[in-house]
Each structure stands twice: as structure tokens, then as C-alpha cells.
């Protein structure tokens, strides 16, 4: 969890150690238990019937069924489930298949009797071929009418009309057991189930011939005694087609009994429980063993562990993002600390605040006020991420707000604080990216209060179903309000401490070294005027380019003040400090002496830097402004010395000690300085000259590899050249002539010494 880092990504897992792994893991065990209750009681183990021997109060929320209410839900509900009954219309189809086949076969016969011309008596034939019309006279009678199709029709008819949907069932009293909790007929055939909404439609037998019997009408062609004779028949076929499924009945019950949810008893934090003296009946008795049952100590040990596991899960996802997104792998280590820390302060004031509404929540008499969540929203939810933004960078404190988000969530176990938390983490962490001063951070703490007042209102709209309270909903508001105030003064007290512990730069301490009323400052503008100022022109040309393309306008600004502090040692031997003397005093030193006071000021700038004890970022800039670049004058100078024999100078003599950039920041400042240097040799310059003289000092140093160790990008790139075009180009405008005055009379013969001069001030 807690990782070494000094490589790259890759590398830094295969750097840890057993320190580093136990301090990981430590991290994770105290945020768990910031997140955890151990309130603990010992609870007796009383029978139904006992009389209780002393108060018993609920140490926390917690739910337990109601055994009763819930076994007379499950029979109020077992009394609405409808029996299954299977409508197999197969049965149907059977008795009119073996209707019509008997006829077309008695057909048949007919036919077959009358083709021998023999006079055979076919009727015994019929009551042998089809015995089940061997009833009374029934078979005569269709033997007159030769079987005909209409006669088959009809009597076909007739039975399905008695035994049509919804059914015949055997009896009525299958039926009457389920009249009140309703039916299910289950088609065998397509399998779908319809609820039959009058169980009365349902004939028994006996209804389905009666049927038959007030449909006797429909016999067409026959006399009365015929008619009788056929429905008597007919009522045979009638056999029921509806029958109870058992087995459909039962499942469907389980189906209905899976949906129905235990009575649970809401029981919150404080509640008495029993009472000295109280008899223990069914309901205290189930709800001292629900509260035995949390409070063992497996039960505990287990949802410490499902906390700490979801702690670990979150805080390794931190560690994560800095692995994977986070360039400066120089500070991983503290970055992580610092947010481990800022995480723990943060939980630990949430906790004390939470304890202290409990505390007041009880004593209080005030209806309205006696909810102890009430006063959660006192809690200065917002501290953590308002350090987070100020100390490390945005994109840490949105992950930072996400968790602790979830913890508070965990802590609480309301999902309103949740969002509450987030919604004002996200706002702090919106409102202090662009501060600049300390002042500012308590502004924003009255931003963030009123973020936190809506975001309650907005909870309670949501919650409220019919309408809330106007008097507790106004306390909370109040209280939100509060939050934000009590929360950005936390972080303002908090914030130098832990600018000093991790020796983290914040705006507020770059705003503090950018006052030119500095001491080393003013010191620069009497020793050093020359470099002074040019120190102010590479500021604004470093601004204009950090603010193109993203970078740090501060630090940029800051660091351009003091890149060249080093020259106060020996300011008379740069060039831009020599207004009153005439001569050059490298004119009378050899080249490489020149190159080596040139590059001192590089560490005498670091040794002044150290003894001012200027914070890391800025100290930085002054060795990586100039890199290794080349020293192009005295190195041609030597060259030149040398009588022809290159071999003899070597170029890596020439070169300034390094490092190379390291940062965006520091390839701005390093372009800014050659640019101001540069601009200086121009007199009334066009645009395309500022534009091609940016352009080939932008190739150069990229030739020369100096932006090989920063993450500088070519558009990037590209849009600081753009930005110090219109900076140069503003340093370049046009005046009109004082009239009575010629401020160039004697200039021209100056004009190639100060060339010559100024081309070796641009190294």
C-alpha cells in the first residue's frame, strides 16, 4: 500500500520494503477504525416469561424481525394465492375426433352395404363397429338419417357447447375450498396461465348436461322422443376436462411466500429495550437475541474486516492514481502521507463532531432537535478537501472528496451524508483551485456554506414524501452554513503546518516571494538594476507562456524574480549592469575564465538560494533555466583564439552545469530568458522578425536536447511562441518623436559595441 519511489512507475512496486508494506497496512487499520463502533454491552440471556433485572438500551441502530407480524403476514398472504386448475382441452379434442370418426366410418360401412346389392341387414355390422352408440335407439336413429354430417354437426356441437371454456369440473365442491383466494386455469396445451376472476363460470358435470338438456332445440330433423333419446346419449360424452393441480398449487405458493418480506422492527441508537421489572414476552425476546447475535465477537471481528477491506480498496486505488498519473514520482512517498494524514484529521473531526450531536441530540428538549443526525451537518465535511486542493493539485483532491465521501457514508450509514460530503468537498475543491490568499480560503468557506444549505434543502425535497418541517429543516441549513466556515477555518490553521511538515509550496507562499519589497529583491534592483529588471521582463514573458498552455503562472512569475540572484555576487561582470563604465571586463579575460564567472551565478545563485531557505520549486529553476546549454560567445571566441584548430577547444568546456528542465515550468523560464536577451538586439522589429527570431531560438535549444527531460510537448510549444510573440512585439511598440528633440544623435557609433554586447548577454 505505502510505496518507495524514486523511478519510474514500473519500477517503484519493486522497490518496496517490510517498512513501507507495515506502514501501508497501518494507514488502512486506523482509518478502519476511525469507521467502526465498538460499543459493546453484555446482554442476558432471558427466557419469554422472565422478569428483567435491569435497563437495557440499544447501543446502536439495528433492525430484528417480528416473528408474529410476519408469520400472520406469510397466512394473510398464503389466503390470497389461487389454486392452479389444469383446463386439458385435449379432452375436447379426443371426444370430437372419436365423435366424427365414428360417423365417418359408419359412412363408410353404409356405403360398402349398398355396393354389394345383397340386402345384408348392416345394423348388427354398426353395434359391433361402434359400440358406444349401442345405447337405446340412438344408433336406428342416425341409421335412418344415414349418419349425415349435418346430424354429426349438431350433436358435436352440442357437446362442445357443454364443455367449452372456462371448463367442466367434476363436482362443485373441488372448487368451493378455494372460492375466496381465487383460480388459475393452466392451459396443457399452450401452457398459459389465466386467472379466472368468477369461479362460478366453472360447470360441474351435472351443469354441462343440463346444458345439453336446454339445448335440445338445436336437434333439427328430429321428433321429440328422438331428441330425448340423442341428449341422453350425448350427456355420456360430458366427462369434466378441469382438475386441481396439487403440485402447480404448491409451487405457485412458494412464488407468492419468496415475495413476502419479514416485519422488521426499526430500533435506533438509545432506545430502552426492556425495563427492571418488564416481563420478557415474544417481541423483547427476539429483539435481545438479534442484539446478542450482532454483538459476538465474530459478529464484530467480521464487520471490521468488511470495513477494512473496503478502506484498503480505496486507499490502494489512491496510492494507484499517484502511481500511474502523477509525474513527480519524487514525491509519491509524501503525497501519499499527506493525503493518509489530511484523510485521518478529517474522519477524526467528522467522529468527534457525530459523538458531540449525540451527546447534545439527548440532553436537548427540543422535539424538533432530538435527532442526533440533525447535528451531522456541523461537521466541516469540506476540511480535507479544501487542504487537499491547496497543498497537492485538483485532480487528487476530486479523488480524495470521492472517498471520503464513501467513509462518511460508512460512518453515518445515511446515504444523504454521502452526498452532502461530496457535493461540498467538490465545491471547496472548485472554488480554493484559484485562490490567492489566505483571506480567500475563509471567503470560500462561506461559498461552501451555502453550497452546503442547498445541498440540504435538495435532501429534503428529495426525502420528504408529503412536505417536511420548516423549523428543523431552517437548524440544518444553519448548520450546513456553519460546516462551511467551521471547515475552512480548520484548513486555514492546518494548512502552514502541514506546509512546513511536507515542505509542500502553496500559492500563498509563491505570492509571499513575488512581493518585490523582499529584501533579496530590493537588494537585486540597487546592486544588480540591470538584472533586476530583466528578471521583471522574463517574469511577464514566462506568464504570458504559462498561461498558454497551462503551467503554473505563479511559480513561473516567481521563479523568473530569482532565477539570476546569483549575479549579485559579481553583478559588474554581466553585461546589462555595466550603465556607467566603457569597458567590457571579459574584454581581458580569457574565454574559458569568462565561461567559468558566467557560470557561477548558477552556484551562487543555489548557495544564496539555501542560505534564504527559498522553497524547492523555485531553488529549482535556477540551475534548470539554463541547463546545459552552450555559452555560443566565448566558445566562438575561443575558437577564433585558437588559430584554426578546433580539436583543441572542446565545446562540453563552454556548457552551463545542469540539470536539464525538469518541468514545464522550468523549459518556460529557460525559453523566456534567452527571448528577453534576444528581443533586446532588435531595433523597430516587425512582426515576422520577432516571429522567425522566437521560432529559430525555440529549434536551437530543442536541437541542443535541453527539453529531453520534461514532459514539454510541441504544441505546447508552439503556443508559447505565439505568447511571447505578443509580449515582444508589446515591448517593440511604436512612439512618435518629441518634437525639439533627436534622442539618437550619437548612437550610431554605438550601435556595433552594444550589438556585440548584447549578443553576449543572450548566453
Same mark, same amino acid.
Given at each position: 500500500?505505502?510505496?518507495?519511489?524514486?523511478?519510474?512507475?514500473?519500477?517503484?512496486?519493486?522497490?518496496?520494503?517490510?517498512?513501507?508494506?507495515?506502514?501501508?497496512?497501518?494507514?488502512?487499520?486506523?482509518?478502519?477504525?476511525?469507521?467502526?463502533?465498538?460499543?459493546?454491552?453484555?446482554?442476558?440471556?432471558?427466557?419469554?416469561?422472565?422478569?428483567?433485572?435491569?435497563?437495557?438500551?440499544?447501543?446502536?441502530?439495528?433492525?430484528?424481525?417480528?416473528?408474529?407480524?410476519?408469520?400472520?403476514?406469510?397466512?394473510?398472504?398464503?389466503?390470497?394465492?389461487?389454486?392452479?386448475?389444469?383446463?386439458?382441452?385435449?379432452?375436447?379434442?379426443?371426444?370430437?375426433?372419436?365423435?366424427?370418426?365414428?360417423?365417418?366410418?359408419?359412412?363408410?360401412?353404409?356405403?360398402?352395404?349398398?355396393?354389394?346389392?345383397?340386402?345384408?341387414?348392416?345394423?348388427?355390422?354398426?353395434?359391433?363397429?361402434?359400440?358406444?352408440?349401442?345405447?337405446?335407439?340412438?344408433?336406428?336413429?342416425?341409421?335412418?338419417?344415414?349418419?349425415?354430417?349435418? $346430424?354429426?354437426? &349438431?350433436?358435436? *356441437? +352440442? @357437446?362442445?357447447?357443454?364443455?367449452? %371454456?372456462?371448463?367442466?369440473? #367434476?363436482?362443485? =365442491?373441488?372448487? $368451493?375450498?378455494? &372460492?375466496?383466494? *381465487? +383460480? @388459475?386455469?393452466?392451459?396443457?396445451? %399452450?401452457?398459459?396461465?389465466? #386467472?379466472?376472476? =368468477?369461479?362460478?363460470?366453472?360447470?360441474?358435470?351435472?351443469?354441462?348436461?343440463?346444458?345439453?338438456?336446454?339445448?335440445?332445440?338445436?336437434?333439427?330433423?328430429?321428433?321429440?322422443?328422438?331428441?330425448?333419446?340423442?341428449?341422453?346419449?350425448?350427456?355420456?360424452?360430458?366427462?369434466?376436462?378441469?382438475?386441481?393441480?396439487?403440485?402447480?398449487?404448491?409451487?405457485?405458493?412458494?412464488?407468492?411466500?419468496?415475495?413476502?418480506?419479514?416485519?422488521?422492527?426499526?430500533?435506533?441508537?438509545?432506545?430502552?429495550?426492556?425495563?427492571?421489572?418488564?416481563?420478557?414476552?415474544?417481541?423483547?425476546?427476539?429483539?435481545?437475541?438479534?442484539?446478542?447475535?450482532?454483538?459476538?465477537?465474530?459478529?464484530?471481528?467480521?464487520?471490521?474486516?468488511?470495513?477494512?477491506?473496503?478502506?484498503?480498496?480505496?486507499?490502494?486505488?489512491?496510492?494507484?492514481?499517484?502511481?500511474?498519473?502523477?509525474?513527480?514520482?519524487?514525491?509519491?512517498?509524501?503525497?501519499?502521507?499527506?493525503?493518509?494524514?489530511?484523510?485521518?484529521?478529517?474522519?477524526?473531526?467528522?467522529?468527534?463532531?457525530?459523538?458531540?450531536?449525540?451527546?447534545?441530540?439527548?440532553?436537548?428538549?427540543?422535539?424538533?432537535?432530538?435527532?442526533?443526525?440533525?447535528?451531522?451537518?456541523?461537521?466541516?465535511?469540506?476540511?480535507?478537501?479544501?487542504?487537499?486542493?491547496?497543498?497537492?493539485?485538483?485532480?487528487?483532491?476530486?479523488?480524495?472528496?470521492?472517498?471520503?465521501?464513501?467513509?462518511?457514508?460508512?460512518?453515518?450509514?445515511?446515504?444523504?451524508?454521502?452526498?452532502?460530503?461530496?457535493?461540498?468537498?467538490?465545491?471547496?475543491?472548485?472554488?480554493?483551485?484559484?485562490?490567492?490568499?489566505?483571506?480567500?480560503?475563509?471567503?470560500?468557506?462561506?461559498?461552501?456554506?451555502?453550497?452546503?444549505?442547498?445541498?440540504?434543502?435538495?435532501?429534503?425535497?428529495?426525502?420528504?414524501?408529503?412536505?417536511?418541517?420548516?423549523?428543523?429543516?431552517?437548524?440544518?441549513?444553519?448548520?450546513?452554513?456553519?460546516?462551511?466556515?467551521?471547515?475552512?477555518?480548520?484548513?486555514?490553521?492546518?494548512?502552514?503546518?502541514?506546509?512546513?511538515?511536507?515542505?509542500?509550496?502553496?500559492?500563498?507562499?509563491?505570492?509571499?516571494?513575488?512581493?518585490?519589497?523582499?529584501?533579496?529583491?530590493?537588494?537585486?534592483?540597487?546592486?544588480?538594476?540591470?538584472?533586476?529588471?530583466?528578471?521583471?521582463?522574463?517574469?511577464?514573458?514566462?506568464?504570458?507562456?504559462?498561461?498558454?498552455?497551462?503551467?503554473?503562472?505563479?511559480?513561473?512569475?516567481?521563479?523568473?524574480?530569482?532565477?539570476?540572484?546569483?549575479?549579485?555576487?559579481?553583478?559588474?561582470?554581466?553585461?546589462?549592469?555595466?550603465?556607467?563604465?566603457?569597458?567590457?571586463?571579459?574584454?581581458?579575460?580569457?574565454?574559458?575564465?569568462?565561461?567559468?564567472?558566467?557560470?557561477?551565478?548558477?552556484?551562487?545563485?543555489?548557495?544564496?538560494?539555501?542560505?534564504?531557505?527559498?522553497?524547492?520549486?523555485?531553488?529549482?529553476?535556477?540551475?534548470?533555466?539554463?541547463?546545459?546549454?552552450?555559452?555560443?560567445?566565448?566558445?566562438?571566441?575561443?575558437?577564433?583564439?585558437?588559430?584554426?584548430?578546433?580539436?583543441?577547444?572542446?565545446?562540453?568546456?563552454?556548457?552551463?552545469?545542469?540539470?536539464?528542465?525538469?518541468?514545464?515550468?522550468?523549459?518556460?523560464?529557460?525559453?523566456?530568458?534567452?527571448?528577453?536577451?534576444?528581443?533586446?538586439?532588435?531595433?523597430?522589429?516587425?512582426?515576422?522578425?520577432?516571429?522567425?527570431?522566437?521560432?529559430?531560438?525555440?529549434?536551437?535549444?530543442?536541437?541542443?536536447?535541453?527539453?529531453?527531460?520534461?514532459?514539454?510537448?510541441?504544441?505546447?510549444?508552439?503556443?508559447?511562441?505565439?505568447?511571447?510573440?505578443?509580449?515582444?512585439?508589446?515591448?517593440?511598440?511604436?512612439?512618435?518623436?518629441?518634437?525639439?528633440?533627436?534622442?539618437?544623435?550619437?548612437?550610431?557609433?554605438?550601435?556595433?559595441?552594444?550589438?556585440?554586447?548584447?549578443?553576449?548577454?543572450?548566453?
Amino acid at each position: 500500500m505505502f510505496l518507495g519511489s524514486n523511478q519510474g512507475g514500473g519500477h517503484l512496486i519493486a522497490q518496496l520494503n517490510l517498512l513501507e508494506i507495515f506502514v501501508g497496512f497501518g494507514v488502512c487499520l486506523v482509518v478502519a477504525f476511525l469507521l467502526f463502533e465498538f460499543e459493546f454491552q453484555s446482554i442476558p440471556d432471558y427466557q419469554i416469561g422472565d422478569i428483567a433485572d435491569r435497563n437495557i438500551e440499544a447501543p446502536y441502530d439495528f433492525t430484528v424481525a417480528d416473528q408474529e407480524a410476519t408469520f400472520e403476514k406469510e397466512e394473510e398472504t398464503r389466503r390470497t394465492v389461487p389454486a392452479v386448475f389444469d383446463l386439458d382441452l385435449k379432452i375436447n379434442n379426443r371426444i370430437t375426433a372419436e365423435f366424427r370418426g365414428a360417423f365417418a366410418e359408419a359412412r363408410r360401412l353404409i356405403v360398402e352395404e349398398r355396393a354389394t346389392s345383397e340386402g345384408v341387414d348392416i345394423l348388427p355390422i354398426l353395434r359391433e363397429r361402434l359400440p358406444r352408440f349401442a345405447q337405446g335407439g340412438v344408433l336406428e336413429i342416425c341409421l335412418q338419417r344415414s349418419f349425415s354430417s349435418d $346430424l354429426e354437426n &349438431q350433436m358435436v *356441437g +352440442l @357437446v362442445q357447447e357443454g364443455m367449452k %371454456s372456462p371448463g367442466v369440473v #367434476l363436482s362443485r =365442491d373441488t372448487l $368451493l375450498p378455494y &372460492q375466496a383466494q *381465487g +383460480l @388459475v386455469l393452466r392451459n396443457t396445451i %399452450s401452457k398459459e396461465d389465466e #386467472l379466472l376472476q =368468477d369461479w362460478t363460470a366453472l360447470r360441474d358435470q351435472n351443469q354441462a348436461r343440463d346444458l345439453l338438456r336446454q339445448n335440445e332445440y338445436q336437434l333439427t330433423g328430429l321428433a321429440g322422443e328422438e331428441k330425448k333419446e340423442i341428449i341422453n346419449f350425448l350427456e355420456s360424452w360430458i366427462v369434466p376436462n378441469v382438475s386441481y393441480n396439487a403440485s402447480a398449487s404448491r409451487d405457485t405458493e412458494q412464488l407468492y411466500m419468496q415475495e413476502v418480506n419479514p416485519v422488521l422492527i426499526q430500533i435506533k441508537k438509545g432506545r430502552t429495550l426492556v425495563r427492571t421489572g418488564d416481563e420478557i414476552k415474544t417481541t423483547e425476546k427476539a429483539i435481545l437475541d438479534q442484539l446478542m447475535e450482532l454483538q459476538q465477537p465474530r459478529s464484530s471481528l467480521g464487520k471490521f474486516a468488511g470495513i477494512l477491506l473496503i478502506v484498503i480498496f480505496f486507499l490502494f486505488a489512491a496510492w494507484q492514481y499517484l502511481l500511474s498519473y502523477q509525474k513527480q514520482f519524487k514525491k509519491i512517498r509524501s503525497y501519499y502521507l499527506l493525503l493518509a494524514l489530511i484523510l485521518c484529521a478529517n474522519l477524526l473531526v467528522t467522529r468527534i463532531c457525530i459523538f458531540l450531536a449525540e451527546v447534545v441530540g439527548e440532553r436537548l428538549r427540543l422535539e424538533s432537535l432530538q435527532n442526533p443526525s440533525e447535528f451531522y451537518f456541523l461537521a466541516p465535511v469540506a476540511f480535507g478537501a479544501i487542504l487537499t486542493i491547496l497543498l497537492v493539485d485538483i485532480q487528487l483532491s476530486v479523488l480524495f472528496a470521492l472517498i471520503f465521501a464513501v467513509f462518511v457514508g460508512l460512518l453515518t450509514e445515511q446515504m444523504g451524508m454521502f452526498v452532502y460530503s461530496l457535493t461540498g468537498s467538490l465545491a471547496a475543491i472548485y472554488l480554493m483551485g484559484t485562490y490567492r490568499d489566505r483571506v480567500a480560503i475563509i471567503k470560500g468557506g462561506g461559498v461552501i456554506g451555502l453550497v452546503n444549505g442547498l445541498t440540504v434543502v435538495a435532501l429534503q425535497l428529495f426525502t420528504s414524501d408529503v412536505g417536511f418541517q420548516f423549523a428543523p429543516l431552517l437548524v440544518r441549513i444553519l448548520f450546513g452554513i456553519t460546516s462551511g466556515f467551521f471547515a475552512a477555518m480548520l484548513a486555514s490553521l492546518c494548512l502552514p503546518i502541514l506546509e512546513y511538515m511536507f515542505n509542500i509550496t502553496t500559492d500563498v507562499k509563491l505570492l509571499e516571494l513575488s512581493n518585490l519589497n523582499n529584501p533579496v529583491l530590493r537588494r537585486l534592483a540597487a546592486e544588480a538594476p540591470g538584472t533586476y529588471h530583466h528578471s521583471i521582463i522574463v517574469g511577464s514573458l514566462a506568464e504570458a507562456a504559462a498561461g498558454a498552455i497551462g503551467a503554473n503562472i505563479l511559480l513561473v512569475r516567481v521563479g523568473a524574480y530569482y532565477h539570476d540572484i546569483g549575479k549579485l555576487k559579481n553583478p559588474e561582470y554581466y553585461i546589462e549592469n555595466q550603465f556607467y563604465t566603457t569597458s567590457n571586463k571579459h574584454e581581458t579575460l580569457s574565454p574559458s575564465m569568462s565561461s567559468l564567472i558566467l557560470a557561477s551565478h548558477v552556484k551562487d545563485g543555489l548557495a544564496l538560494a539555501d542560505e534564504l531557505k527559498l522553497v524547492s520549486e523555485v531553488r529549482d529553476l535556477i540551475p534548470q533555466h539554463h541547463g546545459t546549454r552552450v555559452m555560443n560567445f566565448f566558445y566562438q571566441k575561443a575558437k577564433d583564439a585558437s588559430d584554426g584548430k578546433e580539436r583543441a577547444v572542446k565545446k562540453d568546456d563552454f556548457r552551463y552545469p545542469g540539470p536539464k528542465p525538469q518541468s514545464k515550468e522550468a523549459a518556460i523560464l529557460m525559453l523566456a530568458d534567452q527571448m528577453e536577451a534576444a528581443a533586446r538586439t532588435l531595433q523597430n522589429p516587425s512582426p515576422s522578425q520577432i516571429r522567425s527570431m522566437t521560432r529559430r531560438l525555440i529549434q536551437s535549444t530543442i536541437e541542443d536536447q535541453q527539453f529531453d527531460e520534461c514532459d514539454i510537448t510541441m504544441q505546447e510549444l508552439d503556443n508559447i511562441l505565439r505568447a511571447f510573440e505578443r509580449v515582444i512585439t508589446g515591448m517593440h511598440h511604436h512612439r512618435i518623436e518629441y518634437p525639439g528633440f533627436d534622442f539618437n544623435q550619437g548612437a550610431e557609433e554605438k550601435q556595433f559595441d552594444q550589438t556585440q554586447a548584447e549578443s553576449q548577454r543572450i548566453q
